[in-house]
């Protein structure tokens, strides 16, 4: 799942109207909806406070945007699919707006939404986030650079290390890729080493 890794906002003059982007990751609607809510009530005194959220925490799927007065289509959509483009989850984007006294029209709103959105999102940064499995790995000294080396190729990550007659290692690695990390452990090794999965 890809989603950002904090905070980020953005500022945008398009025609004397200030555009300031929001972007927040959130786990759930709530958090969602908060954020939302924090933004207007900082910038109560804004024209707009157009908003979007793509929530997925694995149980509840959420997509929802709001255009705040703005004409229907113009704001609120042109955000959510900027989220949706960037193929992000559990994140949530608010752009403020400030009239400047200069209509833009349907097509000059919708630009300046969506690149208010993409601003605040590329300063907030994309991460991503995917579920684990670890296991542990039981070996000897002279065997050491092979098996780091091995995990390390894979994408792998030793998250704990135990040395006493043998090394033992407790190995993290993407969920679904043990079995085969396992098996290049083993034949790395020609076989001398102890394998066990973790709950």
Do not use: C, W
């Amino acid at each position: 799942m890809r989603t950002l890794k904090g905070p980020g906002t953005a500022r945008l003059v398009v025609k004397k109207s200030v555009f300031i982007g929001y972007a927040s990751p959130a786990k759930n609607e709530e958090e969602a909806k908060a954020f939302i809510a924090k933004i207007k009530a900082h910038h109560s005194d804004a024209n707009h406070n157009v908003s979007a959220y793509v929530i997925n925490d694995g149980r509840n799927f959420a997509v929802r945007y709001d255009d705040d007065g703005e004409p229907k289509g113009s704001a609120g959509k042109p955000i959510l699919k900027v989220i949706q483009n960037k193929g992000l989850s559990n994140v949530v984007v608010v752009v403020t707006r400030y009239f400047g006294g200069i209509k833009l029209g349907y097509g000059g709103l919708v630009k300046a939404y969506s690149e208010a959105a993409s601003l605040a999102i590329e300063n907030a940064g994309i991460v991503e986030v995917y579920e684990t499995e670890r296991f542990q790995i039981t070996f000897p000294y002279n065997l050491f650079h092979t098996v780091r080396e091995t995990i390390e190729k894979a994408g792998a990550r030793v998250v704990g290390e135990d040395y006493s007659n043998n090394v033992t290692f407790t190995v993290e690695v993407r969920k679904g890729e043990a079995e085969e990390l396992m098996e290049l452990l083993r034949e790395r090794t020609r076989g001398r080493v102890g394998l066990g999965a973790l709950s």
